[in-house]
């Protein structure tokens, strides 16, 4: 199985950050503290302008 690492975009800001794809905690934006993705027990859900593999 590979990990694979998302790029997700802030809805808010427009900040786009790398975040791994099962990441099992909330990932945040860095710049505005928006939520991105939550962790839903297998994959991260994403809640931004969705996310592009890496
Ligand atoms: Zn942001």
Not at 5 to 30: G, I, P, Y
């Amino acid at each position: 199985m590979v990990s694979k690492f998302l790029r997700v975009k802030c809805s808010k800001c427009k900040n786009e950050q790398v975040m791994f794809e099962k990441s099992a905690s909330t990932v945040k934006c860095l710049v505005c503290g928006e939520v991105l993705a939550r962790p839903t027990g297998g994959k991260a859900f994403m809640t931004g302008e969705g996310a592009t593999e890496v």
